[in-house]
């Protein structure tokens, strides 16, 4: 079960006008006023509030009326629980013929994931038309690849999960119709793109000081019937960014957004937003306008739909990181923790959890419905950029040289006065945390692995885990050598069958991640006190250790989460009297174990990489007496 119920009530497939049209009361229209004038101008924003009520009204007749009233009952802050965790994936990183690769997914899904049993949020990666970056670079928005399959599947896996799609926004393949309309020189997608006539019109101080995630050119040549054109490509040659400087861009966008929303998306993921709104002269980067976007975009949700759920990608520094919060209540309600996989990186590395104790400690949590994605790897790599003024240069220079003795890669980015500095390593989480020479156990490196990824499913938020993260997948260096693209290195296409084979073997790598991380999973999707709008607190017990202690919402439940993130053997002593706690009597919910304190004073023997998460014995029974 999800806390938040599947979309039971589809949309229509087409609009209804004999139902009453959404009314935009003055209120609202003066709120979308205001944001398109801080984008526009008033004259221009005046010529865009009817499109942009024409989109919504459009939108509003495609809800069924029990839908609409069920929208009246819902609460923000009911959206997620600690039942959520999300898995995320490619459409095709599973491949059995003479299936389509969505209809795999779908498949393994149903047989497989029934192993874990705790999924209720399911990223399916862009799964539309595209021509590189593995599904980032769309030359459709609104069609599924039909390499893939269709829209029926996406929306018969959407029967058994909440889905999160990707908004691919800031912008669009060479080859897609847009920039080739751009090309042919259509008036109706003039300055969809942001063009040059002269790669020196973008002056040599305006490329300084840009603030890009690449070290390639930011302009790229292209022949148009108008002759040679230099277009704004932030990410590569074939990924044009959109010009948002344009109104029409952005009335394109919201209508594909609100598509998103009729075709089943729950979470729409607001990819690389940082860079949305270019504008020369400045550093591209955190602009005031693309803020103002997102808030535009969650006054729609809010409007249409509001229990479809708004999530900011911005691999950036913590700080600007979270300023896609917004206030709390009018930008992203996730954000993804980017500070999180190189602070485990760097904790298990030098085995001292101190720096990690400490930021846990200064995390805020705007308001209930807000909440961070804590995600230790995704299909891009492991972002270095949100650690960026919380550890030192040295230090993330020694999370890059361990990293890369593990056999990991290191990507590039164009930072301040044009300097390169390291974007992300590239590597599998696995491979990251372990070395893949042999020296160590299976066992002892599963254990490792486990023991990183249960400070992710302790801290309070809401969990992520990539595919190849779930099954502890290694360096994939030889599709990197082919395809020269590092990130190739954690995105390796699996054979089904392969799969199945090595989940039945026993002794195999695979069988003992299925085993004791979907133990872990199933634990923590059943107690309230992972609820992630619950309260925490760090307790910096030992070096060795990190501790955190959970406590539900209601203030009934409680969990004390410890993790050795060393090689070594621990023991430490904890004082209950400080954590409000009198019980004498706990359980160990993932050893299943019991342990009594003497004097208030819980005394812990870990084991290397051991995970223990106790709770109180008299709150278990009375759980268990309640189910």
Known sequence: MTSLPNKKIPYYSQPDYTQPLLKITPDIREKLLSRLSLLYGEDEAKNCIEELERLLKVHYAYKPPAMIEADKEFKLSDGFSHKDIILITYADLLISKPLTPLETLQEFLKEYVKLYDVFSILHILPFFPYSSDRGFSITDYRSVDP?????????????????????????????????????????????????????????????????????????????????????????????????YRNPKVLLFIIDTFLLYVRRGASLIRLDAVTYLWDEPGTNSVHLEQTHEVIKLLRDILDIVDPKVVLVTETNAPHKENISYFGNGSDEAQ??????????????????????????????????????????????????????????????????????????????YKTGEAGKQEPYEINSTWFSAINFDNGAESIELQVKRFIASRSLALALRGIPAIYFHGLI??????????????????????????????????????????????????????????????????????????????????????????????????????????????????????????????KEQQLCINLLPYDVVWLIPLVELESMIESN
């Open 147 to 243: 390499k893939l399959g269709a829209w029926k599947d996406i929306q018969a896996i959407g029967k058994s999960f909440r889905l999160m799609f990707d908004g691919v926004f800031n912008h669009v393949s060479s080859q897609s119709h847009l920039f080739q309309e751009v090309l042919n020189g259509n008036p109706d997608y003039k300055n969809f793109a942001t063009i040059y006539h002269s790669p020196d019109e973008l002056t040599p101080k305006q490329r300084q000081i840009l603030v890009r995630p690449r070290t390639s050119d930011i302009l790229s040549e292209y022949q148009s019937i108008d002759g040679k054109i230099w277009v704004w490509t932030t990410f590569s040659p074939d990924q044009i960014d959109l010009n």
């Open 472 to 597: 502890g997948t290694r360096n994939d260096l030889e599709t990197v050598i082919k395809t020269k693209s590092k990130r190739d290195i954690n995105r390796k296409t699996l054979l089904e069958e392969d799969l199945k084979t090595n989940l039945l073997k026993k002794d195999s790598k695979l069988s003992k991640i299925v085993e004791q991380l979907g133990h872990l999973l199933e634990i923590r999707s059943r107690q309230v006190a992972f609820h992630p709008n619950g309260e925490q607190k760090i307790l910096e017990i030992s070096q060795k250790v990190f501790s955190i202690f959970r406590i539900s919402p209601d203030q009934n439940e409680h969990i004390l989460a410890i993790t050795n993130i060393s090689n070594q053997v621990e023991t430490i002593n904890i004082d209950l009297y400080d954590l409000g706690l009198k019980q004498t009597q706990w359980y160990d919910l993932v050893n299943r174990r019991g342990l009594t304190t």
């Open 334 to 411: 996730i954000i993804y923790n980017f500070a999180l996989p190189p602070l485990v990186l760097y904790t298990f590395y030098k085995e001292d959890s101190t720096a990690i104790s400490r930021w846990a400690k200064s995390l805020e949590y705007p308001t209930k419905m807000t909440n961070f994605l804590n995600m230790l790897d995704t299909h891009d790599g492991i972002g270095l950029m949100g650690v960026k003024n919380i550890l030192t240069s040295s230090q993330i220079n020694f999370i890059i040289e361990t990293a890369r003795e593990h056999g990991a890669l290191i990507s």
